[in-house]
């Protein structure tokens, strides 16, 4: 009886555990996004306006201003005011490098062209003969291949249960292996700290 007790209990925690996280990760999410709506004058703010508070609006008008702000982006008047405002961040000496780097970074891994976090490598970390997953980012040249001597690959290792965090590492080609597994399964692996394995792939290619 016992037996058959924690089976039942484990296969409900099966079902409720993913889905608990689930909602609290997009309760997160939401309510994040919610925040955007403290940018409106107070008067207008649905809260306001309609008496009570709707879940979610916060969201809808993010995508609204990203969409649109896309919209005005990619039309000839509106990279012309893009490139005069970038141009006075550029200006500014502590604002330029941080703008410069999260665009760069952003441009990365939006581009459909990039090649960062297209490949899922193993990597030797913390020591040797100790195997982390890790996502190719770019290649170490320029100043760094001259000093070095080495041809080395720029890969983020990140943390578990959470990847938002991370190291990023320059190790040499030779000793990442590309993997076959996909950047999705790659993090799914991550976020369930191993149970979730992919299939066994049959690459140990060293990284191209």
Same mark, same amino acid.
Do not use: C
């Given at each position: 009886?016992?037996?058959?007790?924690?089976?039942?209990?484990?296969?409900g925690?099966?079902?409720?555990?993913?889905l608990?996280v689930?909602?609290?990760?997009?309760?997160?999410?939401?309510?994040t996004?919610?925040?955007?709506?403290?940018?409106? +004058?107070?008067?207008?703010?649905?809260e306001?306006?309609l008496?009570y508070r709707? +879940?979610?609006?916060?969201l809808?008008l993010?995508?609204?201003?990203?969409?649109?702000?896309?919209?005005?982006a990619t039309?000839l008047?509106?990279?012309?005011?893009?490139?005069?405002?970038?141009?006075?961040l550029?200006?500014?000496p502590?604002?330029r490098?941080i703008?410069?780097a999260?665009?760069?970074?952003?441009e990365?891994?939006f581009s459909?062209?990039?090649?960062?976090?297209?490949?899922?490598?193993?990597?030797?970390?913390p020591?040797?003969n100790?195997?982390?997953?890790?996502?190719?980012?770019?290649?170490?040249?320029?100043?760094i291949?001259d000093k070095?001597?080495k041809?080395?690959?720029?890969?983020f290792?990140?943390?578990?249960?959470n990847?938002?965090?991370?190291?990023?590492?320059?190790v040499?080609?030779?000793?990442?292996i590309?993997?076959d597994?996909?950047?999705?399964?790659g993090?799914?692996?991550?976020?369930?700290?191993?149970?979730?394995t992919?299939?066994?792939?049959k690459?140990?290619?060293?990284?191209?």
């Amino acid at each position: 009886m016992m037996a058959q007790l924690r089976r039942w209990l484990v296969a409900g925690l099966l079902v409720w555990v993913p889905l608990g996280v689930t909602a609290l990760i997009v309760q997160l999410m939401v309510d994040t996004m919610d925040r955007t709506l403290l940018l409106l +004058p107070q008067n207008i703010r649905p809260e306001v306006l309609l008496g009570y508070r709707i +879940p979610g609006l916060g969201l809808v008008l993010t995508l609204v201003v990203v969409i649109a702000t896309g919209v005005v982006a990619t039309n000839l008047f509106g990279r012309q005011l893009l490139h005069l405002w970038e141009a006075i961040l550029h200006r500014i000496p502590v604002v330029r490098g941080i703008y410069g780097a999260v665009k760069q970074l952003t441009e990365t891994l939006f581009s459909g062209s990039g090649k960062s976090f297209r490949k899922v490598v193993l990597v030797e970390y913390p020591h040797a003969n100790s195997w982390t997953l890790a996502f190719l980012t770019g290649e170490g040249g320029g100043e760094i291949r001259d000093k070095t001597g080495k041809d080395l690959l720029n890969v983020f290792v990140p943390t578990t249960p959470n990847p938002t965090s991370g190291f990023f590492l320059m190790v040499p080609r030779e000793r990442a292996i590309v993997l076959d597994m996909s950047v999705e399964a790659g993090l799914k692996m991550l976020l369930s700290v191993g149970v979730v394995t992919p299939g066994n792939g049959k690459s140990t290619t060293p990284a191209a």
